[in-house]
Protein backbone atom coordinates (compact mmCIF):
# COMPACT_ATOMS: atom_id res chain seq x y z
CA UNK A 1 0.00 0.00 0.00
CA UNK A 2 1.49 3.22 -0.79
CA UNK A 3 1.67 6.19 1.48
CA UNK A 4 -1.28 8.64 1.46
CA UNK A 5 0.13 11.00 3.66
CA UNK A 6 1.27 14.15 2.31
CA UNK A 7 5.26 14.61 2.76
CA UNK A 8 5.20 18.41 3.62
CA UNK A 9 3.44 16.77 7.24
CA UNK A 10 7.29 15.22 7.55
CA UNK A 11 9.14 18.17 8.58
CA UNK A 12 7.23 19.05 11.63
CA UNK A 13 5.82 17.72 14.49
CA UNK A 14 2.72 18.49 16.96
CA UNK A 15 3.02 21.66 18.98
CA UNK A 16 5.42 21.12 21.60
CA UNK A 17 3.72 23.83 23.65
CA UNK A 18 0.28 21.79 23.83
CA UNK A 19 2.33 18.63 24.07
CA UNK A 20 3.61 20.41 27.70
CA UNK A 21 -0.28 21.30 28.39
CA UNK A 22 -1.05 17.93 28.35
CA UNK A 23 1.86 16.62 30.10
CA UNK A 24 0.90 19.70 32.99
CA UNK A 25 -2.55 18.06 33.56
CA UNK A 26 -1.68 14.64 33.24
CA UNK A 27 0.85 15.45 36.68
CA UNK A 28 -1.07 18.41 38.18
CA UNK A 29 1.67 20.83 37.26
CA UNK A 30 0.98 24.49 37.01
CA UNK A 31 0.80 25.49 33.85
CA UNK A 32 3.21 27.91 32.85
CA UNK A 33 3.93 26.34 29.30
CA UNK A 34 0.92 27.86 27.14
CA UNK A 35 0.42 31.19 26.71
CA UNK A 36 -2.95 31.59 27.55
CA UNK A 37 -4.76 33.47 30.90
CA UNK A 38 -6.21 31.75 33.69
CA UNK A 39 -8.13 34.12 35.19
CA UNK A 40 -11.21 36.04 33.19
CA UNK A 41 -11.31 37.59 30.62
CA UNK A 42 -12.28 42.07 30.97
CA UNK A 43 -16.12 42.30 31.86
CA UNK A 44 -16.69 44.81 29.24
CA UNK A 45 -16.15 42.51 26.12
CA UNK A 46 -18.09 39.62 27.68
CA UNK A 47 -20.80 41.53 28.12
CA UNK A 48 -20.62 42.67 24.59
CA UNK A 49 -20.24 38.65 23.34
CA UNK A 50 -23.73 38.52 25.36
CA UNK A 51 -25.41 41.45 23.73
CA UNK A 52 -24.46 40.02 20.16
CA UNK A 53 -25.82 36.77 20.44
CA UNK A 54 -28.93 37.89 22.55
CA UNK A 55 -29.13 40.18 19.59
CA UNK A 56 -29.19 37.31 17.22
CA UNK A 57 -25.76 38.35 15.47
CA UNK A 58 -25.45 34.58 14.82
CA UNK A 59 -24.99 34.16 11.45
CA UNK A 60 -22.27 34.96 8.64
CA UNK A 61 -20.20 37.91 8.74
CA UNK A 62 -19.18 39.15 5.39
CA UNK A 63 -15.81 37.18 4.81
CA UNK A 64 -13.15 39.53 5.78
CA UNK A 65 -14.89 40.65 8.61
CA UNK A 66 -17.59 42.54 10.05
CA UNK A 67 -17.81 46.40 9.11
CA UNK A 68 -18.11 47.80 12.50
CA UNK A 69 -14.90 45.76 13.66
CA UNK A 70 -12.59 46.39 10.44
CA UNK A 71 -13.85 50.10 11.17
CA UNK A 72 -12.61 49.59 15.09
CA UNK A 73 -9.39 48.16 13.85
CA UNK A 74 -8.64 50.59 10.89
CA UNK A 75 -9.14 53.49 14.06
CA UNK A 76 -7.26 52.41 16.39
CA UNK A 77 -4.30 51.54 13.94
CA UNK A 78 -4.65 55.50 13.29
CA UNK A 79 -4.29 56.34 16.57
CA UNK A 80 -1.40 54.16 17.73
CA UNK A 81 0.61 53.47 14.54
CA UNK A 82 -0.31 57.04 12.57
CA UNK A 83 -1.91 54.57 9.54
CA UNK A 84 -5.26 55.79 7.69
CA UNK A 85 -6.48 52.58 6.65
CA UNK A 86 -9.24 51.98 4.48
CA UNK A 87 -11.88 49.25 6.37
CA UNK A 88 -12.77 48.39 3.07
CA UNK A 89 -9.83 47.10 1.27
CA UNK A 90 -7.02 46.98 3.95
CA UNK A 91 -8.41 45.45 6.95
CA UNK A 92 -8.62 41.62 6.65
CA UNK A 93 -10.15 40.01 10.03
CA UNK A 94 -8.72 35.95 10.36
CA UNK A 95 -9.58 33.07 12.84
CA UNK A 96 -6.85 34.28 14.87
CA UNK A 97 -3.65 35.25 14.29
CA UNK A 98 -2.82 31.61 13.19
CA UNK A 99 -4.63 31.86 10.58
CA UNK A 100 -3.61 35.35 9.50
CA UNK A 101 0.27 34.35 9.27
CA UNK A 102 -1.34 31.18 7.31
CA UNK A 103 -3.21 33.07 5.17
CA UNK A 104 -0.10 35.53 4.41
CA UNK A 105 2.35 32.93 3.55
CA UNK A 106 -0.33 31.37 1.00
CA UNK A 107 -0.95 34.43 -0.32
CA UNK A 108 2.65 35.06 -1.05
CA UNK A 109 4.72 32.40 -1.29
CA UNK A 110 5.43 30.23 -4.07
CA UNK A 111 7.63 26.66 -3.75
CA UNK A 112 10.80 27.13 -3.29
CA UNK A 113 11.02 30.69 -1.79
CA UNK A 114 13.31 31.59 1.12
CA UNK A 115 11.96 33.46 4.22
CA UNK A 116 13.95 34.92 7.07
CA UNK A 117 13.02 34.13 10.51
CA UNK A 118 14.71 35.24 13.48
CA UNK A 119 15.74 32.42 16.50
CA UNK A 120 14.35 31.81 18.87
CA UNK A 121 10.98 31.89 16.86
CA UNK A 122 7.14 31.14 17.86
CA UNK A 123 6.61 27.89 16.63
CA UNK A 124 3.90 27.94 14.29
CA UNK A 125 6.17 29.33 11.51
CA UNK A 126 8.06 26.13 10.77
CA UNK A 127 4.58 24.39 9.73
CA UNK A 128 3.27 27.75 8.04
CA UNK A 129 6.51 27.47 5.86
CA UNK A 130 6.39 23.60 5.00
CA UNK A 131 2.79 24.18 3.98
CA UNK A 132 3.38 26.66 1.95
CA UNK A 133 6.70 24.96 0.06
CA UNK A 134 8.93 27.65 1.50
CA UNK A 135 12.66 27.39 2.68
CA UNK A 136 13.18 28.74 5.76
CA UNK A 137 16.23 31.09 6.76
CA UNK A 138 17.22 31.25 10.11
CA UNK A 139 19.22 34.19 11.55
CA UNK A 140 20.17 33.62 15.36
CA UNK A 141 19.44 36.35 17.89
CA UNK A 142 22.54 37.17 20.50
CA UNK A 143 22.00 34.77 23.27
CA UNK A 144 23.38 37.48 25.89
CA UNK A 145 20.41 40.20 24.71
CA UNK A 146 18.22 38.98 21.77
CA UNK A 147 19.82 41.53 19.11
CA UNK A 148 21.11 40.06 15.51
CA UNK A 149 24.03 40.77 13.78
CA UNK A 150 23.34 43.44 10.86
CA UNK A 151 26.39 41.32 8.73
CA UNK A 152 24.86 38.02 9.48
CA UNK A 153 21.41 39.20 8.72
CA UNK A 154 22.14 40.80 5.41
CA UNK A 155 23.97 37.44 4.17
CA UNK A 156 20.51 35.60 5.05
CA UNK A 157 19.13 38.28 2.09
CA UNK A 158 19.32 36.74 -1.69
CA UNK A 159 17.21 37.38 -4.92
CA UNK A 160 15.40 33.87 -3.50
CA UNK A 161 14.18 35.58 0.03
CA UNK A 162 10.17 36.36 -0.65
CA UNK A 163 9.82 37.59 2.36
CA UNK A 164 11.10 38.27 6.34
CA UNK A 165 9.16 37.43 9.32
CA UNK A 166 9.37 40.06 12.31
CA UNK A 167 7.52 38.83 15.84
CA UNK A 168 7.68 42.08 17.93
CA UNK A 169 7.31 42.25 20.90
CA UNK A 170 8.47 38.30 20.54
CA UNK A 171 7.30 35.16 21.63
CA UNK A 172 9.59 33.36 23.47
CA UNK A 173 12.18 35.54 24.17
CA UNK A 174 10.09 38.76 25.27
CA UNK A 175 12.56 41.34 22.64
CA UNK A 176 11.13 44.68 21.52
CA UNK A 177 12.95 45.43 18.20
CA UNK A 178 13.78 49.16 18.41
CA UNK A 179 13.27 51.00 16.16
CA UNK A 180 16.87 51.30 14.62
CA UNK A 181 16.43 47.98 14.22
CA UNK A 182 13.52 47.93 12.30
CA UNK A 183 15.30 50.39 10.01
CA UNK A 184 17.99 48.15 9.48
CA UNK A 185 15.42 45.14 8.42
CA UNK A 186 13.67 48.01 6.43
CA UNK A 187 16.39 48.82 4.26
CA UNK A 188 17.20 45.25 3.19
CA UNK A 189 13.44 44.34 2.23
CA UNK A 190 14.00 47.83 -0.11
CA UNK A 191 17.17 46.45 -1.43
CA UNK A 192 16.15 43.28 -2.13
CA UNK A 193 12.87 44.01 -3.00
CA UNK A 194 11.54 41.80 0.00
CA UNK A 195 8.10 41.37 1.89
CA UNK A 196 7.97 42.00 5.53
CA UNK A 197 5.20 39.67 7.13
CA UNK A 198 5.12 41.03 10.89
CA UNK A 199 3.49 39.10 13.92
CA UNK A 200 2.51 41.73 16.36
CA UNK A 201 0.00 40.25 18.97
CA UNK A 202 1.68 41.30 21.75
CA UNK A 203 1.77 45.16 20.45
CA UNK A 204 0.22 46.44 23.69
CA UNK A 205 2.17 43.75 26.78
CA UNK A 206 5.51 46.56 27.22
CA UNK A 207 7.47 47.11 29.67
CA UNK A 208 10.37 49.80 31.09
CA UNK A 209 9.28 52.41 28.56
CA UNK A 210 9.77 50.02 25.65
CA UNK A 211 7.73 51.25 22.08
CA UNK A 212 6.31 49.08 19.96
CA UNK A 213 7.23 50.24 16.33
CA UNK A 214 5.12 48.71 13.45
CA UNK A 215 7.36 48.25 10.88
CA UNK A 216 4.45 49.21 8.36
CA UNK A 217 5.08 52.56 9.28
CA UNK A 218 8.91 53.14 8.21
CA UNK A 219 9.28 54.79 5.14
CA UNK A 220 8.96 53.28 2.00
CA UNK A 221 7.59 50.07 3.69
CA UNK A 222 3.80 50.04 3.93
CA UNK A 223 3.41 48.61 0.26
CA UNK A 224 5.10 45.92 1.30
CA UNK A 225 4.01 44.95 4.78
CA UNK A 226 1.60 42.77 6.29
CA UNK A 227 1.40 43.54 9.78
CA UNK A 228 -0.45 40.63 12.00
CA UNK A 229 -2.09 41.14 15.33
CA UNK A 230 -5.17 40.23 17.23
CA UNK A 231 -7.43 39.92 20.12
CA UNK A 232 -6.69 36.45 22.22
CA UNK A 233 -3.32 38.10 24.01
CA UNK A 234 -4.65 41.96 24.40
CA UNK A 235 -8.17 41.19 25.93
CA UNK A 236 -7.60 37.52 27.30
CA UNK A 237 -9.70 35.71 25.00
CA UNK A 238 -7.57 32.78 23.49
CA UNK A 239 -10.34 31.06 22.53
CA UNK A 240 -12.30 33.44 20.78
CA UNK A 241 -9.80 32.92 17.78
CA UNK A 242 -9.89 36.70 16.68
CA UNK A 243 -6.88 38.16 14.61
CA UNK A 244 -6.40 40.33 11.78
CA UNK A 245 -4.27 41.33 8.70
CA UNK A 246 -3.81 44.68 7.44
CA UNK A 247 -2.02 44.88 3.99
CA UNK A 248 -1.98 47.55 0.90
CA UNK A 249 -4.95 46.43 -1.27
CA UNK A 250 -2.97 44.74 -3.70
CA UNK A 251 -1.91 42.21 -0.87
CA UNK A 252 -5.08 41.84 0.72
CA UNK A 253 -6.77 40.56 -1.93
CA UNK A 254 -4.40 37.81 -2.79
CA UNK A 255 -4.96 37.18 1.60
CA UNK A 256 -8.65 37.34 1.20
CA UNK A 257 -9.11 34.80 -1.27
CA UNK A 258 -6.97 32.35 0.92
CA UNK A 259 -8.84 33.54 4.01
CA UNK A 260 -12.17 33.03 2.10
CA UNK A 261 -11.06 29.29 1.68
CA UNK A 262 -9.42 28.35 4.94
CA UNK A 263 -12.32 29.31 7.00
CA UNK A 264 -14.67 31.61 5.34
CA UNK A 265 -14.92 33.92 8.41
CA UNK A 266 -14.34 34.34 12.39
CA UNK A 267 -17.50 34.11 14.75
CA UNK A 268 -20.04 36.89 13.92
CA UNK A 269 -20.62 37.74 17.64
CA UNK A 270 -17.56 37.45 19.09
CA UNK A 271 -16.37 40.11 16.05
CA UNK A 272 -19.34 42.29 17.87
CA UNK A 273 -17.91 42.01 20.70
CA UNK A 274 -14.14 43.07 19.42
CA UNK A 275 -15.18 45.85 18.12
CA UNK A 276 -17.23 46.84 21.48
CA UNK A 277 -13.62 46.34 23.02
CA UNK A 278 -11.07 48.06 20.68
CA UNK A 279 -13.71 51.28 20.57
CA UNK A 280 -13.54 51.24 24.68
CA UNK A 281 -9.69 50.04 24.99
CA UNK A 282 -7.50 53.04 25.33
CA UNK A 283 -7.70 53.35 29.43
CA UNK A 284 -7.86 49.60 29.17
CA UNK A 285 -4.36 49.29 27.82
CA UNK A 286 -2.37 50.94 30.68
CA UNK A 287 -3.82 48.45 33.06
CA UNK A 288 -3.28 46.03 31.20
CA UNK A 289 0.43 46.79 31.02
CA UNK A 290 0.57 47.24 34.38
CA UNK A 291 -0.99 44.12 35.54
CA UNK A 292 1.46 42.42 33.40
CA UNK A 293 4.68 43.80 34.86
CA UNK A 294 3.24 42.70 38.34
CA UNK A 295 3.05 39.28 37.36
CA UNK A 296 6.44 39.65 35.61
CA UNK A 297 8.08 40.43 38.69
CA UNK A 298 6.45 37.52 40.31
CA UNK A 299 7.75 35.06 38.02
CA UNK A 300 10.97 36.52 37.51
CA UNK A 301 11.85 36.78 41.24
CA UNK A 302 11.08 33.07 41.72
CA UNK A 303 12.93 31.87 38.83
CA UNK A 304 16.39 33.98 40.09
CA UNK A 305 15.91 32.82 43.37
CA UNK A 306 15.47 29.02 41.90
CA UNK A 307 18.33 29.39 40.34
CA UNK A 308 17.94 30.14 37.05
CA UNK A 309 19.50 33.25 35.05
CA UNK A 310 16.53 34.61 33.16
CA UNK A 311 16.47 37.10 30.25
CA UNK A 312 14.45 40.14 31.57
CA UNK A 313 11.26 40.05 28.87
CA UNK A 314 11.06 43.93 27.62
CA UNK A 315 7.30 43.27 25.99
CA UNK A 316 4.84 40.05 25.59
CA UNK A 317 4.44 37.56 28.84
CA UNK A 318 7.02 35.20 28.61
CA UNK A 319 10.38 34.17 30.35
CA UNK A 320 13.43 32.66 28.54
CA UNK A 321 15.11 31.00 31.72
CA UNK A 322 19.03 29.18 31.58
CA UNK A 323 19.24 26.11 34.04
CA UNK A 324 22.97 25.72 33.20
CA UNK A 325 23.59 26.78 37.27
CA UNK A 326 21.32 24.28 38.18
CA UNK A 327 23.39 21.13 37.80
CA UNK A 328 21.02 19.30 35.95
CA UNK A 329 22.90 16.85 33.29
CA UNK A 330 20.52 16.53 30.61
CA UNK A 331 18.82 18.73 27.78
CA UNK A 332 16.02 21.20 27.84
CA UNK A 333 13.41 18.62 27.14
CA UNK A 334 14.44 15.88 29.62
CA UNK A 335 15.07 19.11 32.24
CA UNK A 336 11.12 20.23 31.33
CA UNK A 337 9.58 17.02 31.78
CA UNK A 338 11.63 16.90 35.38
CA UNK A 339 9.69 20.15 36.18
CA UNK A 340 6.86 18.76 35.11
CA UNK A 341 6.89 15.17 37.15
CA UNK A 342 9.19 15.89 40.20
CA UNK A 343 8.64 19.81 40.83
CA UNK A 344 5.17 20.16 39.68
CA UNK A 345 5.53 23.72 36.84
CA UNK A 346 5.39 23.22 33.54
CA UNK A 347 7.59 25.09 31.58
CA UNK A 348 8.26 24.76 27.48
CA UNK A 349 11.82 23.29 26.50
CA UNK A 350 14.00 25.98 24.67
CA UNK A 351 15.17 24.17 21.45
CA UNK A 352 11.53 23.90 20.34
CA UNK A 353 12.39 27.91 19.19
CA UNK A 354 15.57 26.77 17.38
CA UNK A 355 16.27 25.62 14.05
CA UNK A 356 19.30 23.07 15.04
CA UNK A 357 20.91 22.46 18.67
CA UNK A 358 20.48 26.05 20.36
CA UNK A 359 18.03 26.23 23.21
CA UNK A 360 19.07 23.24 24.98
CA UNK A 361 19.74 24.82 28.13
CA UNK A 362 16.96 26.85 28.24
CA UNK A 363 13.29 26.45 28.99
CA UNK A 364 9.89 29.03 28.51
CA UNK A 365 8.16 30.15 31.42
CA UNK A 366 4.72 32.42 30.85
CA UNK A 367 3.36 34.74 33.32
CA UNK A 368 -0.04 34.99 31.65
CA UNK A 369 -1.54 33.04 34.91
CA UNK A 370 -3.40 34.41 37.78
CA UNK A 371 -1.32 35.93 40.94
CA UNK A 372 -2.61 32.97 43.01
CA UNK A 373 -0.92 30.18 40.06
CA UNK A 374 2.24 32.13 39.88
CA UNK A 375 2.35 32.65 43.78
CA UNK A 376 2.09 28.77 43.72
CA UNK A 377 4.63 27.93 40.81
CA UNK A 378 7.13 29.96 43.16
CA UNK A 379 5.98 28.04 45.99
CA UNK A 380 7.06 24.74 44.29
CA UNK A 381 10.20 26.19 42.75
CA UNK A 382 11.36 27.30 45.78
CA UNK A 383 11.51 23.45 46.88
CA UNK A 384 13.63 22.43 44.23
Known sequence: MRDHVAS????????????????????????LAQGYPDFPAPEFIKEAAIEAINGDINQYA??????????????????FAGLDLDPDREVTVTC????????????????????????????????????????????TLSSEDFSFDPAQLRA???????????????????????????QQIAELCQEFDTLCITDEIYEHILYDHHEHVSIATLPGMYERTITISGLSKTFSVTGWRLGYLLAPPHL????????????????????????????????????????????????????????????????????????????????????????????????????????????????RFTFSKSESTLLEAARRLAAM
Open 8 to 31: RTSVFNESVIREMTRLAMLHGAMN
Open 96 to 139: GATEAMMCAMLATVEAGDEIIVFEPFYENYVPDAAMSGAKLVFV
Open 252 to 363: TNALRKVHDFLTVGAPAPLQEAAAVAIERADSYYPELRDMYGHKRGILLNALREAGFRCHQPQGAYYIMADFSDLGFEGDDTAFAHHLIEKVGVAPVPGSSFYSGHGGDKLV
Open 62 to 79: ITWGSLRLRQAIAAKTKR
Open 156 to 182: AFSPRTRAIIVNTPNNPSGKVFTRAEL
